[in-house]
Each structure stands twice: as structure tokens, then as C-alpha cells.
């Protein structure tokens, strides 16, 4: 069954087509990530604006474990962290100042994911973070930014600091803390994240062993956005979205099928 035929049999009528795609395909990334292992039990989040002139947008309900997200279930909250859909599950305190603050600010962060696995969390302690010599940090030279940690993210005051420490980039490292990426819908921050996750990997594997480095030439860093950007295929059948063959490569591999994600 496509996605669309799941759309049509088990929308919610209180619910719009285009969010109820937009439900599968976050419940989908959810699915993904807990069959990869990216979780810390309940919490972190992976959030997805929803069509609309206000910053809405759905966060997974506090308390179920990555592989329990529904389409049904996901929670759609505003800036201010009012639920909209009459759902009966909390919303974690921290994902909201984190992710609402974000979506608020920047009108491009439709999808945000934020994580705190080993590999990214070791790098984010790390005083000269995430190193750009190795195949997949190099890929992310010049996206990244920074935010020094100020304890649990419960406070909303911290919010302009960390819009202002994120910026234009996709990629912001929590200073002792962990990862967070942004991207215009689900399959792009996927792919963003999981070439930041492999560049965390790689540099926790690299560190550990003897000898020095490798560093890369400062001029090669020059030629990877243009080398990146020839990856593009003109032609994907996806609607041209970047990411979305990995996407849908990604799901298959985990057996994770969206006529499994509605919910009851």
C-alpha cells in the first residue's frame, strides 16, 4: 500500500491530508531511529512544523518509547507549548524550550532532530567539537554552529541565546550536551543528521587509536559543496527532493511500512 493509499484509508477525519502525511512520515522517522538505536529511552525529540501561518508543529507524547509513535499519537503543540489536537500525553518540558524557540525563528526549520547518542554527545564535550578530517565531517564544513551549555534546557529564557547560537546553519552542537540538526522537511534533516552522526562515529573511532591524524587540506574543504551538490540527482521520481531515495532506502532496510503507523 502507497502512502497515499494509507492516507486515504486511515486519516482522521478532525485531521488534513497534507498533516496526516506529514504524521506518517514523522512517526516513520521515529520508527527509524529507534531500530538504529539513535535514543536515550523516552526522551529527545524529532519535531515536524505543520502546514500554517503559525509556527504549529508535532512532537512525539512524553513517556512512549520511539517505537510506540503513531501517526495518531504524535502531539501537535503551538510556541507556547498549548496542545492543539486534544491529545492525552505530555510534552517533555525540555523538547519544547529547545524545538519551539527553533521553529518560531526560522521560517526553513520545518523539521528538527535532536539527539544525544554517544558519538554525538562525546564530540559535543570535546573543546574542539566535531572535526572536519574525515570523510563525512568534511561534508560539513562551514554548517556548523555552537551553544555553550547552561544546564537542563527547562529554561525558556535560554531560547534567544540558542536561535542566536544556531544562526543560518542546519547543524547546532549542544556544548556537553548533543546533536541537533534542522531541514526543510523529514527525508533532508535525516540525511543531515545521519552524515553527522557517521562524522561523530568516525572521529570517536579515529581519537581512540595511536598516532596522529590526517588532517585534509584547507583547499580540498573548498570543492566539497560544489562535489556534494553533484550528488543531486536531477531526476529522483521523489519530486526532486534531496533525500528522499535515502529516505525511502532507509525505511525499507528497517522493515518500517507507513500503513503500520496510524494508530489507533
Not at 120 to 140: R, T
Not at 246 to 252: E, I, N, Q, S, V
Amino acid at each position: 500500500m502507497s502512502p497515499i493509499e494509507t492516507l486515504a484509508r486511515h486519516r482522521p477525519p478532525a485531521i488534513e491530508a497534507q498533516e496526516w502525511q506529514l504524521r506518517l512520515e514523522l512517526a516513520a522517522c521515529y520508527r527509524l531511529f529507534s531500530a538504529l538505536g539513535w535514543t536515550e529511552s523516552i526522551y529527545n525529540h524529532i519535531t515536524l512544523r505543520v502546514p500554517g501561518p503559525e509556527p504549529h508543529y508535532l512532537i512525539n507524547p512524553f513517556g512512549l518509547n520511539y517505537d510506540e509513535v503513531t501517526a495518531r499519537n504524535l502531539v501537535k503543540i503551538n510556541p507556547q507549548g498549548d496542545v492543539l489536537d486534544g491529545s492525552r500525553y505530555p510534552v517533555n518540558r525540555a523538547g519544547f524550550v529547545i524545538h519551539s524557540a527553533i521553529h518560531a525563528a526560522r521560517v526553513d526549520a520545518h523539521c528538527i532532530i535532536h539527539t544525544h547518542t554517544t558519538a554525538g554527545s562525546a564530540v559535543a564535550c570535546k573543546d574542539g567539537g566535531l572535526s572536519p578530517h574525515n570523510f563525512y565531517g568534511a561534508m560539513l564544513y562551514g554548517q556548523v554552529a555552537y551553544h555553550e551549555f547552561e544546564g537542563v534546557t527547562t529554561d525558556a529564557g535560554e531560547q534567544p541565546r540558542l536561535v542566536s547560537s544556531l544562526g543560518d546553519k542546519p547543524i547546532l552542537i549542544l556544548r556537553n550536551h548533543g546533536l541537533l540538526v534542522v531541514g526543510p522537511h523529514v527525508p533532508q534533516a535525516l540525511q543531515t543528521y545521519w552524515t553527522l552522526q557517521r562524522a561523530c562515529e568516525v572521529q570517536l573511532a579515529t581519537d581512540s587509536m595511536a598516532g596522529p591524524n590526517r588532517l585534509i587540506r584547507r583547499e580540498v574543504f573548498d570543492l566539497v559543496p560544489a562535489q556534494v551538490a553533484g550528488m543531486k540527482m536531477p531526476d529522483t521520481g521523489s519530486g526532486g527532493r534531496f533525500g528522499q531515495i535515502f529516505y525511502d532506502a532507509m525505511l525499507r532496510r528497517a522493515g518500517i511500512r507507513f500503513e503500520d503507523l496510524a494508530g489507533d
